[in-house]
C-alpha cells in the first residue's frame, strides 16, 4: 500500500515568489494535515482538511492556505514568501475515526522549502 | 489547547531501557496522549498511544497516571537505530473522521544511543 506522498520534495524559492505544495494520502484516509517544521519551532500545526473542508487551523498568517480535493489530495499555498518560511513542510493523512481507530497519523516525507 | 514538556535531548548505551517523560499539565479530559519517532529527513512515525493507565505494543510501553498531566515513553533495550527525535503529541480525537482537532506537539526529545 502506498504511503502518503509529497512533491515536490526540495525546492527553492526566492523571497516574494509563491509556491504550491502538493500532498497524495494514503488510499481511503480522508483526512489531511500539514505541518510547518524549522529547527527552531520545532513541529507546528498548520491546518486540517476533512472532505474537501478546513477543519481546523494554526496560527499562522493569512498568506499560507490550502485546499482539499474531492478524491482526498491536498495542497498548500505560501504566498509572498519570506526568509523565515523556509522549513520542512509535512503533510499527515488519516483514517476516519471508528471503534479501535487510533486515530493515527501517516506522515509523508515532506517538501523541503528554501527561501534565499 | 494542552502544552507538553519534555527534556530537549537524552543519552543512552545500547541494551538500556529507556524513559521519556512528557508534562502536559492542562490536559482536557477527551485528549489522548501519542507519542511519534522521528528519523532525519524523514516524517514521524506513530509510537504508540494512550488515555490512561499503561499500554504496551511491541516496540514500547506508555505509561499514564491516574491525573493524567505526565506521560513516561518506555523503550526497552535501546539500539542505535533508536536514535531518533521523540514528540509528545496531545489532542482530542473528534468525531466525524477527523483526527486531531489542534494538535499541540512537544519540541521533542533527542535521543541519542551511544554504543
Known amino acids: 500500500k502506498a504511503g502518503v506522498t509529497q512533491t515536490p520534495r526540495y525546492l527553492i524559492k526566492t523571497r516574494g515568489q509563491q509556491v504550491t505544495l502538493s500532498c497524495s494520502p494514503i488510499?481511503?484516509?480522508?483526512?489531511v494535515s500539514w505541518y510547518q517544521q524549522t529547527p527552531g519551532q520545532g513541529l507546528q500545526f498548520l491546518f486540517e482538511?476533512?472532505?474537501?473542508?478546513?477543519?481546523n487551523k494554526g496560527n499562522f498568517p493569512g498568506r499560507f492556505s490550502g485546499r482539499q480535493f474531492s478524491n482526498s489530495r491536498s495542497e498548500m499555498n505560501v504566498s509572498t514568501l519570506e526568509l523565515g518560511d523556509s522549513a520542512l513542510y509535512l503533510c499527515?493523512?488519516?483514517?476516519?475515526?471508528?471503534?479501535?481507530?487510533?486515530?493515527?497519523?501517516?506522515f509523508g516525507e515532506g517538501s523541503r522549502l528554501t527561501v534565499l | 489547547l494542552a502544552k507538553t514538556t519534555q527534556p530537549i535531548s537524552m543519552d543512552s548505551y545500547e541494551g538500556q531501557e529507556v524513559n521519556i517523560t512528557c508534562s502536559h499539565n492542562n490536559i482536557a479530559t477527551n485528549d489522548y496522549i501519542t507519542w511519534y519517532q522521528q528519523f532525519p529527513s524523514q516524517g514521524p512515525r506513530f509510537i504508540i498511544q494512550g488515555y490512561k493507565t499503561k499500554v504496551t505494543n511491541e516496540v514500547a510501553s506508555l505509561f499514564i497516571p491516574a491525573d493524567r498531566k505526565s506521560s513516561t515513553l518506555s523503550l526497552p533495550r535501546v539500539s542505535l537505530s533508536d536514535t531518533a527525535v521523540y514528540y509528545c503529541l496531545v489532542g482530542a480525537l473528534n468525531a466525524g473522521g477527523t483526527s486531531y482537532g489542534k494538535l499541540t506537539f512537544g519540541q521533542g526529545t533527542i535521543l541519542t544511543v551511544h554504543p
Open positions: 499527515a493523512s488519516s483514517f476516519p475515526l471508528s471503534g479501535g481507530n487510533t486515530g493515527e497519523l501517516f
Open positions: 488510499s481511503g484516509h480522508r483526512s
Open positions: 482538511y476533512f472532505s474537501e473542508t478546513q477543519r
